[in-house]
């Protein structure tokens, strides 16, 4: 139920009675819960004291392969979910406008033309046919009638409610910029990861069909050996299976060279082709050393901490709206035009002007439930948006603490897969060595020919994992979408 006032002068009392019965009804709102958001960081990252953030460094200049560069370059256009994105700020940018629309006033311009019988023994009827108009003419039956107006109406903003409702959606707006920055970051960092994994792949597949050149090398030996009658049948089949199996191995290792050119092509925006690339640089990679800086510069290089803050921002002026609509609203209605039963007399005036002005103060009285729903969801979405904050910030540190610990790691564990790497290549010619000379057995030669392959393979495993932590600390500090 709603109490409606018009501004007229024979309401004055009526007009002040509601007035204050509105105000005193809207003294009863329900009590706001608050709650700010925790900002505070740990001071460093695992007591590291440098200042120097890695965020602040230019894509270009942290990713340095040309290669990996266009490809980033060329995602950054045709990425589809990234172009959908952008089509979504684009819509909250109109939001902004029409927030912006609702409390400015609305003026419409329009025409109507009709015709009305009326019956006689009715008051419009009885006034047609006792009045004559121009000339002794009565009015004519069926009466027409035609319109010319202009109707103007605006909501006073006293309350704030719909400017608040327009800095909420600008908010969101800003938020969904940050959002677009926060897709950016992953896109790079997931371009340039798949971009690693491909020339580890390659790298891997090299190493391969080197190891069965080796292998083959062997197994002529071996060959040779039984001929001498220095081994059996069976040291020759082992080390046939052992090349058939590593020859086997070239085809999986294809295939999933051809299924992430495939992934990248999907990131870049296009259909599948060549990805071009410098694998044999591969083998000479390793990141240099990242600076995380302080755990508070996450707050202004993170999209993500930044969105959620945006976003309480605007959660906050969504109670205060919401809040709005406790108080009277105060319209104003206008309208200007000329009206006549013939097209004739449109231009005459004054006789065809008409115009008419009204003011309704308009507050709610009884059954107030929905409104205050309203307001309790406004209020629920505040803290909602508080948590989600904190979560997201600690979410951040977590992630760059843990990036910091794997970079670590991966460098202790690097040097010592290298290690055993050369350990192992050794071995191979001094197995076979002595398997020549009949002091090891065939078994030997074949186990450590496997060790050896399959220590390569964790290397570049490793040194892989070692250059995507390198683009995962990147991320994690927010940088990629400067």
Known sequence: ????????????????????????????????KVREARKNTPST??????????????????????????????????????NIML?????????????????????????????????????????EHNVEVDEGKEFPEPLPDFLLNARASWEIDIWRKLRNAKQAAVMRYLGSVEGRNFM????????????????????????LQSNIAIQQDALQIVRLEKQAAKVTELAVRRFEAEVLKNRSKQFEIQQQVVEMENRINFLVGRYPQPIPRNSQAFSSLLPDTVFAGLP?????????????????????????????????????????????????????????????????????LINRNAIKAVYANANAHQLQVVYDYERTLLNAY?????????????????????????ALSSSITISTNLFRSARADYMEVLLTQRDALESKFELVETRKQLLNAHVDIYRALGGGWK
């Open 398 to 422: 977590v992630e760059v603490v843990n990036q910091l610990s794997n970079i670590k790691n991966l460098r202790s564990s690097f040097d010592l897969r290298a290690q055993q790497v050369d």
């Open 87 to 127: 089509q979504e700020i684009t819509m909250a940018q109109n939001e902004v406008r029409a927030r912006k629309g609702e409390y400015l006033p609305f003026v419409d311009i329009g025409g109507a033309a009709g015709v009305e019988k009326v019956g006689r023994f009715t008051r419009n009827g009885a006034v």
């Open 45 to 82: 990252y695992a007591h590291a004291t440098d200042t120097t953030d890695a965020a602040i460094i230019p894509l270009k200049q942290f990713f340095t392969d040309p290669y990996l560069r266009v490809l980033i370059d060329t995602a950054l256009s045709g990425n589809q979910e990234l």
């Open 296 to 364: 508070s510069q996450l707050l202004a290089y993170r999209p993500d901490i930044r969105k959620a803050e945006l976003e309480i921002a605007a959660a906050k002026l969504d109670v205060k709206s919401a809040k709005a609509n406790f108080y009277p609203s105060l319209r104003i209605t206008a309208g200007v035009g000329l009206n006549a039963i013939n097209t004739t007399y449109l231009t005459q005036t004054p006789q065809s002007l008409l115009y008419n002005a009204v003011g309704d103060l308009v507050a709610p």
């Open 1 to 32: 139920m709603n109490t409606a006032i018009s501004m007229r002068s024979n309401t004055k009392p009526l007009a002040i009675a509601v007035m204050l019965a509105v105000l005193t009804l809207s003294s009863c709102i329900p009590a706001l």
């Open 184 to 207: 950016i970051t992953h896109l790079v960092a997931e371009i340039a990861s798949s971009y690693y994994e491909l020339m580890a792949l390659d790298n891997q597949l090299q190493i």
